[in-house]
């Protein structure tokens, strides 16, 4: 399996900051990285899709970058309802696979 | 707006089999994949595997000899069978649609709530 390593595994950082998240991946996978945000008792919402497009909806605060092994996730400035775990995935290979997750605190 | 909706039932015996439901409202399940992934409390996101509308699937290798995944698209409804589950299997299951692009590349765009599955005697 392909092994997905998010940093850090936790954040805690004022509102109004930008916050970056990484996502290594064990081997190549293109440009198959979708970014999800997951609030607590909710189901994760699709927030980049194949690395680097913004899903529908989704504010443009939100980016990602990245090919191959190593993708960024950012929140250009942090609001209070982003306060969430963020994970990783890959859909280059079976199985897919999510990072262990990130976990964004306001400070 | 397409809505998903896991049902089952929320306690299974060990050794028993976990049978969940996905129904499917405001959009086709057709020309779809619909995806299962779990969640163990506190703890990140497992794919499960996948089924298409016509039936293909995908399964995790970790899963593969336990899982069965069937779709009745005159129900718009996909279902999950896992047997001789453990205290392990105790997790939230979702159901999510993935959407593959033209390009081959997909996302997991809608999801249900999740459902709470306890293996417990």
């Known amino acids: 399996d392909i092994q997905m390593t998010q940093s850090p595994s936790s954040l805690s950082a004022s509102v109004g900051d930008r916050v970056t998240i990484t996502c290594q991946a064990s081997?190549?996978?293109?440009?198959?990285l979708n970014w999800y945000q997951q609030k607590p008792g909710k189901a994760p919402k699709l927030l980049i899709y194949d690395a680097s497009n913004l899903e529908t909806g989704v504010p443009s605060r939100f980016s990602g970058s990245g090919f191959g092994t190593d993708f960024s996730f950012t929140i250009s400035s942090l609001q209070p309802e982003d306060i969430a775990t963020y994970y990783c995935?890959?859909?280059?290979?079976?199985?897919?696979?999510f990072g262990q997750g990130t976990e964004v605190e306001i400070k | 707006q397409v809505q998903v909706q896991e049902s089952g039932p929320g306690l299974v015996k060990p050794s028993e089999t976990l049978s969940l439901t996905c129904t499917v409202s405001g959009g086709s399940i057709s020309d779809y994949y619909w995806t299962w992934i779990r969640q163990p409390a506190g703890k990140g996101l497992e794919w499960i595997g996948r089924i298409f509308s016509t039936g293909t699937t995908n399964y995790n290798p970790s899963l593969k000899s336990r899982v069965t995944m069937s779709v009745d698209t005159s129900k718009r409804q996909v279902s999950l069978r896992l047997s001789s589950v453990v205290a392990a299997d105790t997790a939230v299951y979702f159901c999510?649609?993935?959407?593959?692009?033209?390009?081959?590349?997909?996302?997991?765009?809608?999801w249900g709530q999740g459902i709470l599955v306890i293996v417990s005697s």
């Open positions: 081997q190549d996978i293109s440009y198959y």
């Open positions: 995935q890959q859909h280059d290979y079976f199985p897919w696979t």
């Open positions: 999510a649609r993935e959407r593959i692009a033209v390009s081959g590349t997909s996302a997991l765009d809608f």
